[in-house]
């Protein structure tokens, strides 16, 4: 249901099309367009705050390149369990997204 | 309360998991991951934390999508059902996503409309 919007941002074109994936994933045939932009708000929201929240442990590490136990300390605030996140890595109907390329430049 | 062997056994087997994600592809692009991360001050190239907080969101969201779908089919939706055929066609929609958000503490509501 994700038609061409020409006013849109990339990023945020490519963000709706990774939530549809998702939906699709879960078992959903068809979205609302609505409800992708809502989910795709959330998750950029989501992404912003690990951001925000690793950065405050990285600095105050006194560290201006980010570590891996800068994030684990995030996730640990933001209530993320991260037992599961192995096993959902590996789930067997994963999908992704392929890369688009550049059409060859008429000359 | 875990105890600090526990808590240190986590953290290997992280360190350990981030070093898989090196081959990995999630869902979500990482140009936009990092884009994202970058834009709230974590500026970072490497691929592991950047494809770390992509599963992480994506776990996320990949929970509130299945608690919507949940919803829908306990309300039996019938709005997508084909007819002849026995199986259903969901379709998301705000109705079914309200109440799995708000289970989540996000509380969604349409902007005011003037005539």
């Known amino acids: 249901m994700l038609g061409a919007d020409p006013g849109k941002p990339t990023l945020e074109l490519k963000m709706e099309s990774a939530v549809a994936a998702m939906c699709v994933e879960a078992g959903y045939v068809s ?28 600095e105050v590490a006194q560290r201006s390149v980010p570590t891996v136990s800068d994030i684990h300390l995030a996730f640990i605030e933001l209530g993320a369990r991260f037992m599961n996140l192995e096993e959902y890595a590996q789930r067997p109907q994963r999908r992704h997204i392929p890369r688009q390329l550049r059409s060859y430049p008429n000359l | 309360e875990s105890s600090p062997a526990a808590e240190n056994k986590s953290e290997l087997s992280l360190v350990d998991f981030c070093t898989q994600l090196e081959d990995y592809t999630p869902t979500i692009p990482d140009a936009v991951t990092q ?30 999508i299945n608690d919507s779908l949940q919803h829908c089919k306990m309300r039996g939706a019938p709005q997508g059902s084909r007819k002849g055929t026995k199986d259903k066609r969901y379709v998301l929609t705000m ?21």
């Open chain 2, 95 to 115: 109705e079914d996503l309200s109440p799995a958000l708000a289970e989540y503490g996000i509380n969604v509501r349409k902007p005011m409309y003037f005539t």
């Open chain 2, 35 to 64: 884009h994202y991360l970058q834009m709230s001050g974590l500026n970072t190239d490497d691929p592991r934390i950047i494809r770390l907080v992509s599963l992480a969101a994506q776990k996320f969201l990949s929970d509130i």
């Open chain 1, 31 to 58: 979205a609302n367009r609505e409800a992708i932009e809502v989910l795709a708000q959330v998750l950029q929201s989501y992404i912003k705050e690990i951001g925000h929240t690793s950065n405050v442990y990285c």
